[in-house]
């Protein structure tokens, strides 16, 4: 059981009644995980949700080749555990591993479909945040299939820009050359050749007393003016 | 056009539902019919309505920053289109529109959320669509991200095979026919470049192309090339033997 204040670090959750929160707090646990443990094993569908407080979750499938892929990473506010209303679960050769230090909120699938008997706000609170998930996958299924590697990168950059800014800033959660590349598709020194070119572009600076630090407002520019190129190609 | 009782008891999604539920949906939904190139849900706004196909295909169409069209997602019988109605707010840069003549249930985002409120087993009927289309997006894009046009061309005509009774090694048609102009579009690839890799499946007994007869597909050979990939050079098939991909 926690207070129901430690509902507030879930947007999702925010706008529920009180009387929604206290019973959803009642049944909700806190969970920490340390950087590489699984939070959703492979195979194994999830058996509880889980709202996400602090720290960097990613959803990793492996391809054929070996090759692993990061196909979702998870951030404060959002929610894991979406296959637990599903009433047969497939198996899924996917899972959700900590990147960081991870805190979270933890209810059953046993409470969870308890509690929104009474109180549907909940569910439609968290089918809410699904939505918003399934619109993130989309328009990362969009970015996967249609563009080149520079600009996918550019997208991921700004995306995890601390802030929407023209100047340099820190990325709100630093990501190594090994996990960019593997979000967006490419390899690991493909990768990094492209950092060096954004670097000389002025868009990114690789070492700082900061971390990687990133020009949001240069770096959108530079997405937006590729697919004009293009089009004006072809 | 008004739902019937029975039509909705046919409805996959709703099929759960209990009376009292059927029946305050019969009340509020509405049934509609669409042409191809009709917009089901257009650009821009949150949808504002909740379709459950009955019969047609659907596209989820979004143009890459390059200018392509590309097919996100493929909507069929018992499928939901816009199940991100409940969200107030969000930049939605794709459209839906419909690819053949078919007939959808239509419930407005308002009426929807009166029925959820009294009927939340309607609201669960949507949570497990989402959940179900999360799970099928996961997969495409960690397609799309990793794998190989040939995977990806076997992976699509796979979903597509209408391999009803058939036995795994018989060539079956496709349910829904698709051109190749859309096939390229929904794996991401060039129009010329899906042509040449379904003359290389046909080199390996997974397809058989016929002259203004659609597309035959055999799919325990498409699900090899998922299974293992296309990580061997092309070799042509020549019986019935072993596929010289699963070696």
Do not use: W
Not at chain 1, 18 to 37: K, Q
Not at chain 2, 143 to 165: H, I, K, Y
Request: aromatic share 4%; net charge neutral; glycine share 8%.
């Amino acid at each position: 059981m926690i207070g129901p204040d430690t509902l507030n670090g879930c947007p999702a959750l925010v706008g529920l009644s009180a009387a929604t929160r206290a019973d959803l707090a009642a049944v909700a646990r806190e969970v920490e995980y340390v950087p590489s443990e699984r939070l959703v094993p492979l195979i194994r569908p999830p058996q509880q949700l889980l709202f996400i407080l602090e720290g960097l979750a990613k959803l990793v499938g492996v391809s054929v080749r070996g090759v692993e892929r990061i196909v979702y990473v998870f951030r404060p506010g959002d929610v894991i555990g979406s296959r637990i209303l599903l009433e047969e679960s497939a198996e899924a050769a996917y899972e959700i591993v900590a990147m960081r230090p991870v805190r979270a909120l933890a209810v059953s699938r046993h409470d969870f479909l308890r509690v929104v008997e009474d109180h549907p706000e909940l569910l439609m609170a968290v089918t809410r945040e699904f939505s918003r998930r399934l619109t993130a996958l989309t328009d990362r299924m969009l970015a996967a299939m249609s563009e080149d590697v520079p600009v996918r990168l550019g997208q991921l950059l700004v995306d995890f820009a601390a802030a929407d800014d023209d100047e340099l800033v820190p990325l709100s959660y630093p990501l190594t050359h090994e996990a960019m590349a593997q979000i967006i598709g490419a390899s690991r020194p493909h990768t990094s050749t492209v950092l060096r070119d954004l670097e000389e572009m002025g868009l990114v600076r690789r070492r700082s007393d900061r971390g990687l630090l990133v020009h949001p407002l240069g770096l959108k520019s530079m997405v937006r003016d590729s697919g004009e190129d293009v089009r004006r190609a072809i | 056009m008004t739902v019937s009782l029975e039509t909705l008891s046919t409805c996959g999604p709703l099929r759960g539902l209990d009376a009292a539920t059927r029946q305050a949906m019969a009340e509020y939904a509405r049934l509609i019919e669409f042409q191809p190139g009709d917009r089901l849900l257009p650009l821009g706004q949150p949808p504002q309505r909740l379709l459950i196909l009955s019969d047609g295909l659907a596209k989820l169409v979004g143009v890459s920053i390059n200018g392509h069209e590309r097919i996100l997602c493929i909507y069929r019988r018992n499928d939901m289109v816009g199940p991100s109605v409940l969200m107030e707010s969000i930049e939605n840069e794709h459209e839906v529109a419909a690819m053949s003549r078919g007939r959808a249930l239509a419930i407005s985002r308002r009426d929807l959320l009166i029925i959820g409120r009294s009927n939340p087993s309607v609201i669960m009927a949507l949570a497990r669509e989402v959940s179900r289309q999360l799970v099928a997006m996961t997969g495409r894009v960690m397609s799309a991200t990793s794998a190989e046009v040939p995977v990806r061309l076997s992976q699509l005509l796979l979903d597509f095979a209408d391999g009803n009774g058939a036995g795994p090694e018989e060539l079956v048609p496709l349910a829904h026919p698709l051109t190749h102009e859309s096939m390229a579009q929904i794996i991401g690839a060039s129009r010329p470049h899906t042509s040449t890799v379904l003359r290389d499946l046909e080199g390996r007994g997974a397809v058989q192309r016929r002259s203004g007869r659609g597309l035959l597909v055999r799919p325990a050979r498409l699900k090899t090339i998922v299974e293992y990939g296309d990580l061997d050079p092309v070799e042509t098939f020549t019986g019935s033997g072993a596929f010289p991909l699963s070696a």
